[in-house]
């Protein structure tokens, strides 16, 4: 069946991302039965030159990297969890880690091989951004990638060999440079329309609409001549 076609560029790191997928599922939902929506996964590092393995606190890599104060950096985490908490979703506000994500996104495409993308995206989110322990290590990667559906085996397999789908990502990434996003959440429409950020769901909705209504148009009637004999709901005119 035909079905609109959405690209989410987005970073497992990212509380945007995060956030601006919650709102965009909400409009999935209320559109159920008027828009047949297909949503593909799309890898981007927001710090991508990051070390495997140099894990930090968020506050302290943000105080680092955009020279906030630690009480600006903790307040924008506060206000973050508010956002999310609006959204239905769980958000840690304190203790969370920042580190490389490039083997989360190596493990996504292996999940979308197994059509378990939806489950072990959502699940790195949560392991992320809501659970105690750091998605960042190596055994807590495994357990919450194999909770999520896939195969142990599978899974310690990509995670021992850095070549297993290394050029899907950075096929994604240039991707998303070529079309100009320069960061996430990115989400294009049918191939047509690109909305970025985390916007309001009704948005989202809007866009997926006029999308789907241009994937779709309406069929105008062209009736022809006026006493032209048809079957109706009385029956057929002989």
């Not at 709102?23 to 828009?35: H, I, S």
């Not at 070529?178 to 989202?204: H, I, N, R």
Request: glycine share 8%.
């Amino acid at each position: 069946m035909e079905k609109l076609r959405v690209d989410i560029w987005s970073d497992i790191a990212c509380p945007w991302c995060y956030v601006g997928k919650a709102r965009f599922d909400k409009a999935v939902q209320q559109l159920d039965g008027k828009v047949d929506v297909e949503i593909r996964h799309r890898s981007f590092e927001l710090d991508p030159h990051r070390e495997p393995g140099d894990t930090a606190p968020v506050v302290d890599m943000l105080v680092k990297k955009y020279g906030m104060s630690q009480a600006q950096a903790q307040a924008g985490e506060y206000r973050l969890g508010d956002l999310a908490k609006a959204e239905g979703l769980d958000y840690r506000t304190e203790g969370r880690d920042h580190g490389n994500t490039f083997d989360l996104h190596r493990l996504l495409h292996l999940a979308s091989e197994r059509g378990l993308e939806a489950e072990v995206w959502q699940a790195f989110y949560v392991a992320n951004f809501a659970d105690e322990a750091s998605i960042f290590e190596r055994e807590r990667v495994i357990e919450v990638s194999v909770a999520a559906g896939l195969d142990k085996d599978e899974v310690v397999a990509v995670l021992d060999d850095p070549a297993a789908y290394r050029e899907a990502v950075r096929a994604d990434e240039a991707e998303a440079a070529a079309l100009g996003a320069t960061g996430v959440p990115f989400f294009v429409v049918d191939e047509k329309y690109g909305v970025s950020g985390a916007q309001p769901t009704e948005l989202f909705a809007e866009v997926l609409e006029k999308a789907w209504g241009e994937k779709r148009p309406a069929i105008t009637t062209i009736s022809g001549a006026e006493n032209a004999e048809a079957c109706g709901p009385d029956g057929c005119p002989v």
